[in-house]
T-cell receptor
Framework: DTGVSQDPRHKITKRGQNVTFRCDPI?????LYWYRQTLGQGPEFLTY????????KSRLLSDRFSAERPKGSFSTLEIQRTEQGDSAMYLC????????????FGPGTRLLVL | AQSVTQLDSHVSVSEGTPVLLRCNYS??????LFWYVQHPNKGLQLLLK??????LVKGINGFEAEFKKSETSFHLTKPSAHMSDAAEYFC????????????FGKGTKLSVIP
């Protein structure tokens, strides 16, 4: 399978714990995006990278959230001191940079904070 | 600023009858428009994409959408619904004006009755 992969697929944690998610994009794609989807809503943009540079961050991305993309390949999204409101599906997408680009999504990581 | 309004949160059709999922958008620029589908516990899959070429766009699984600039609409249709079409459908806009983030509608849940 050469699509976008995410790990883990499910994560249950207790409030206050730190969690880290990983995304592996399609191999030739230079842009990588993170979105968050809460129940009954469409995904909302969090941040994106072009190669290793983080170029845009949403106001949704509080200072407890940090994302990295070392070497411009896989990316990690870390949430520190998790809160119950962080419970959501975290989606990763990748694309080949272009004005009319298409983003391809991974299966997501579902986070439940107890 | 860009936004998307999906006019129906839930649509129910009988198998073999036409499907119509309605979407209106707002964009300051010449937008790219997408429809994505999300089956339960699966990732988002691209159905089709409009990028300023032909206004009638054909997608996978018999779906198509028509871009109507005067009405700022991008409705999704299919002549004959199949049981496997039951899923959540998202209308998505990207105006590409210095930002490549996607803005999703809230989704339309399609139910197909046998």
């Amino acid at each position: 399978d050469t699509g976008v992969s995410q790990d883990p697929r499910h994560k249950i944690t207790k409030r206050g714990q730190n969690v880290t998610f990983r995304c592996d994009p399609i191999s030739e794609h230079n842009r990588l995006y993170w979105y968050r989807q809460t129940l009954g809503q469409g995904p909302e943009f969090l941040t994106y990278f072009q190669n290793e540079a983080q170029l845009e961050k949403s106001r949704l991305l509080s200072d407890r959230f940090s994302a990295e993309r070392p070497k411009g390949s896989f990316s990690t999204l870390e949430i520190q001191r998790t809160e119950q409101g962080d419970s959501a599906m975290y989606l990763c997408a990748s694309s080949l940079a272009g004005v009319r680009e298409t983003q391809y999504f991974g299966p997501g990581t579902r986070l439940l904070v107890l | 600023a860009q936004s998307v309004t999906q006019l129906d949160s839930h649509v129910s059709v009988s198998e073999g009858t036409p499907v119509l999922l309605r979407c209106n958008y707002s964009s300051s620029y010449s937008p790219s428009l997408f429809w994505y589908v999300q089956h339960p516990n699966k990732g988002l899959q691209l159905l089709l994409k409009y990028t300023s070429a032909a206004t009638l766009v054909k997608g996978i699984n018999g779906f198509e959408a028509e871009f109507k600039k005067s009405e700022t609409s991008f409705h999704l249709t299919k002549p004959s619904a199949h049981m496997s079409d039951a899923a959540e459908y998202f209308c998505v806009v990207s105006d590409g004006a210095g930002s490549y983030q996607l803005t999703f509608g809230k989704g339309t849940k399609l139910s197909v009755i046998p």
